[in-house]
Structure formats: structure tokens, C-alpha cells
Antibody, heavy 122, light 109 residues
Framework: QITLKESGPTLVKPTQTLTLTCTFS??????????VGWIRQPPGQALEWLAL???????RYTPSLKDRLTITKDTSKNQVVLTMTNMDPVDTATYYC??????????????WGQGTLVTVSS | QTVVTQEPSLTVSPGGTVTLTCASS?????????PNWFQQKPGQAPRALIY???NKHSWTPARFSGSLLGGKAALTLSGVQPEDEAEYYC?????????FGTGTKVTVL
């Protein structure tokens, strides 16, 4: 059974750094083709892809936020951590992590966590 | 930055058919963009439906299908059920990154 779960603060102040942890089970981030990504969704708005870390530690960030994002993994703990610096009220959103798989023929995101709502307010 | 555009809203009658599309600001969507489609209901996490243009996950109902249509990715719902009322998002892979579409609200009426 594959599960992912996000954890972290529900409230952060403007200018602070947000640290979120995705803890997963049922797959390994050391397997070729596997990745874990972070996605966010402001209230009432669309999904936004943030970052992705691959099994080989390659990292990709959405261009508009790359200067504020850092993604890391701890394969032994089955965890992926996302940090976002200089938080602003517009960063208020539900943050999701999800599994990404790819091989020579396919490329997809399948399992998602339940999401965690982060509010940025003083 | 790549902008991915979907119809804001569509309405379909129960039992009817509706097609949602997904366009990229970078040009025609091809299989190389590996289009994925997701369904999201209020208060829930997105659920994967279609990957790599037209492949279904094991849990995807048969009435959902994916394709390329006129330079866009497309999701077709055939024999629509009331429970298909939801927001639908496409996801494209381009230049090493992923980009979500703007979302389509499907109303079953």
C-alpha cells in the first residue's frame, strides 16, 4: 500500500522559512525512475507544481520560485523535505506531496498525500 | 514560464459526453509532454486519472479517456455520472519541469 503524508507548521509569519516534510511508505526513493514532488494550491485556486527530487538526487524547481525553494531527501527515513524561504501571505495554500514515476515509455504522478494547509499571517 | 490553459468551466448532462482540453504556451502538445489528468473534488486531494496522454490507472473508470486533439491534450468523459462533477487539471512535462493547467470545473446538470 502506497501512502504519503505531509507534516509541518500550520501557521508561519511573513518573512519566515517554511519547512515541510513528506513521509511516505510502500515505495523506495532509491529505485530508478522514482521521484517525489511538492505541489501547492491556494484556497479556491489552481494547483501549482513546486519542486521534484529524483531517485538519483537530481532536483528540479519551478522557475518562478526556484530562488526560494530547496528540496532534499532522506532515503533511509523515507522522507522528502521542502523548504521555502521568505514566506508571504500569498503563499497561504494547501501543500501536497506526490509520487512521480517514469520509464522509457511513461511519465506520471499517481499517489498523493492528503495535503496540509499552511497559513502565512502575522 | 510555460503557461498551460484549460477551459474554465463546462456543463454536461447526465449520460452525456464532454471533452476538456489542455493547451501549452510553448506550442502544440505532443506525447513528449506526457499529459496527465487529475480529478479533484472539494476538500479532497487530486486523484490521478490518465497518464502519458491516454493510459489509465488501475482505478480509472472506463468512461474516462485521454488523447491529443488539435495540438492540445484532451480528456473525454463519456456517459457522464453525477459523481463526475469536479475540477479537472492537466499536467504537462516540458523542459525538465512540470506545469499544471488552470483547471476546468465540470458541472453535471
Amino acid at each position: 500500500q502506497i501512502t504519503l503524508k505531509e507534516s509541518g507548521p500550520t501557521l508561519v509569519k511573513p518573512t519566515q522559512t517554511l519547512t515541510l516534510t513528506c513521509t511516505f511508505s510502500g515505495f523506495s526513493l532509491s529505485t530508478s525512475g522514482v521521484g517525489v514532488g511538492w505541489i501547492r494550491q491556494p484556497p479556491g485556486q489552481a494547483l501549482e507544481w513546486l519542486a521534484l527530487i529524483y531517485w538519483d538526487d537530481d532536483k528540479r524547481y519551478t522557475p518562478s520560485l526556484k530562488d526560494r525553494l530547496t528540496i532534499t531527501k532522506d532515503t533511509s527515513k523515507n522522507q522528502v523535505v521542502l523548504t521555502m524561504t521568505n514566506m508571504d501571505p500569498v503563499d497561504t495554500a494547501t501543500y501536497y506531496c506526490a509520487r512521480r514515476l517514469a520509464d522509457a515509455y511513461t511519465n506520471y504522478v499517481d499517489y498523493w498525500g492528503q495535503g496540509t494547509l499552511v497559513t502565512v499571517s502575522s | 514560464q510555460t503557461v498551460v490553459t484549460q477551459e474554465p468551466s463546462l456543463t454536461v448532462s447526465p449520460g452525456g459526453t464532454v471533452t476538456l482540453t489542455c493547451a501549452s504556451s510553448t506550442g502544440a502538445v505532443t506525447t513528449a509532454y506526457s499529459p496527465n489528468w487529475f480529478q479533484q473534488k472539494p476538500g479532497q486531494a487530486p486523484r490521478a486519472l490518465i497518464y502519458s496522454t491516454s493510459n489509465k490507472h488501475s482505478w480509472t473508470p472506463a468512461r474516462f479517456s485521454g488523447s491529443l486533439l488539435g495540438g492540445k491534450a484532451a480528456l473525454t468523459l463519456s456517459g457522464v455520472q453525477p459523481e463526475d462533477e469536479a475540477e479537472y487539471y492537466c499536467l504537462l512535462y516540458h523542459a525538465g519541469n512540470y506545469f499544471f493547467g488552470t483547471g476546468t470545473k465540470v458541472t453535471v446538470l
